[in-house]
């Protein structure tokens, strides 16, 4: 297959079959670490710059800035570079050196804001930091992830088509809550197109989306400091909240066992299955949204002194816990298609 640009390789109908990986769970992993870029914030990044050129706001040669954790930074690097636009992301201190690394080979300009804010987090703080370049140069774009309702639409299209697509009967979607861009995306969808899949948000203990207390974070992906706009409570009817220790043991978990690194939010909705694992019916279709890869956080959730410093000694062993404590009978595994 021959296609005109790296951003159009899009691969929505990767699943792995993690059955009983979570005791008596017949789970499917939908893999967004094959994308271009290497995570689901690619499908966010092409609709939000297909969004500002559509409002005739990004012109040839066109400047963008915007507020990343890393992957859509990295995913508007590239779309940016391939479209011919400049592109400033302004990131914090848990970006890791990698996707710093990354976003400059395709020819980003990377700032860093260490500022904390309020909430002990750095969103408002890289927000803050884009309103007074916005001030000093109001030719920049700023497609504003955060509160773009492209960045929900992208999933709608994509993401939540894409699994309802392969014909599975899914009685329950895990989805891990960042922007919160693939939560709604997915929570439309699926009240248009499947109302009996129960969508489960999942966000990491310390965010404030779901109005829980602030406290300091250390994966990127998931949780906030600053509830997002595109945010909308309502719509939202199960939440598991996940602590970060559990989120890496179960990455740790996950690699040992069936021979995939995944990223943080990966594990953090591992977890999140986990501990609902006892009120889904055996039988029960389960697919779950990993939004990339592992070799993006080798130097935090897989390095033992990185692990050990800031969870204890605990979080560096693979939790078998949860599966372990909670027996159930097993499920054969189904074919999915
Ligand atoms: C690794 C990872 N997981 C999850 C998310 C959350 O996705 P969303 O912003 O659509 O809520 C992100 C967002 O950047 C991410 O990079």
């Known amino acids: 297959m021959i296609y005109q640009s790296a951003h159009e390789m899009i691969l929505d109908d990767v699943f792995l079959d993690l059955s009983d990986f979570i005791s008596g769970v017949n789970l499917l992993l939908k893999l967004e670490g094959f994308n271009p ?3 689901i914030k690619m499908k966010a990044a092409v609709g939000l710059l297909d969004d500002a050129e559509d409002r005739g706001l990004l012109r040839p040669g066109g400047h963008v ?25 302004v990131v914090d201190p848990n970006t890791s050196a990698h996707s710093i690394a990354l976003m400059r080979a395709y020819g980003a300009q990377v700032v860093s804001v260490d500022q904390r804010d309020g909430n002990g987090g750095f969103l ?3 927000i803050d930091y884009i309103h ?23 999933h709608y299209e ?30 439309a969808y699926f009240r248009d197109n499947s109302p009996r899949t129960k969508v489960i948000a999942v966000d990491t203990v ?35 909240m996940v602590p970060e220790a559990e989120a890496v043991r179960m990455c740790r978990r996950l690699a040992a066992e069936r021979g995939i690194a995944a990223g943080g ?31 993006r956080y080798l130097s935090t959730i897989y390095d033992d002194t990185w692990v050990r410093e800031r969870f204890g000694a605990d979080a560096t062993a693979p939790d078998s816990a949860g599966a372990a404590q909670r027996p159930r009978p097993r499920v054969p595994a189904q074919s999915c298609r």
Request: charged letters at 20%; proline letters at 7%; a positive charge.
């Open 37 to 39: 870029a290497g995570s």
């Open 65 to 89: 800035i915007e507020s990343s954790s890393g992957n859509l930074g990295i995913a508007l690097s590239s779309v940016c570079a391939a479209r011919g636009y400049r592109f400033t992301c």
């Open 124 to 126: 408002q703080s890289r």
């Open 132 to 154: 007074r370049r916005l001030a000093e140069d109001p030719a920049l774009v700023w497609p504003n992830q955060y509160a773009n309702p492209a960045n929900p639409r992208a």
């Open 158 to 187: 994509r993401t939540a088509a894409a699994i309802v697509k392969q014909g599975l009967d899914i009685d329950y979607l895990f989805v891990g809550a960042g922007t919160t861009g693939t939560l709604m995306g997915c929570v």
């Open 206 to 240: 310390g965010s404030v989306t779901f109005g829980n207390p602030p406290a300091r974070r250390y994966i990127p992906g998931l949780g906030t400091s600053r509830r997002p706009e595109i945010f909308d409570p309502e719509q939202i009817e199960h939440l598991v």
């Open 265 to 295: 939010s990966t594990g953090t909705v591992l977890a999140a299955v986990e501990r609902r694992s006892a009120e889904i019916p055996s039988g029960a279709r389960v697919v779950a949204i990993a939004p990339d890869l592992g070799d």
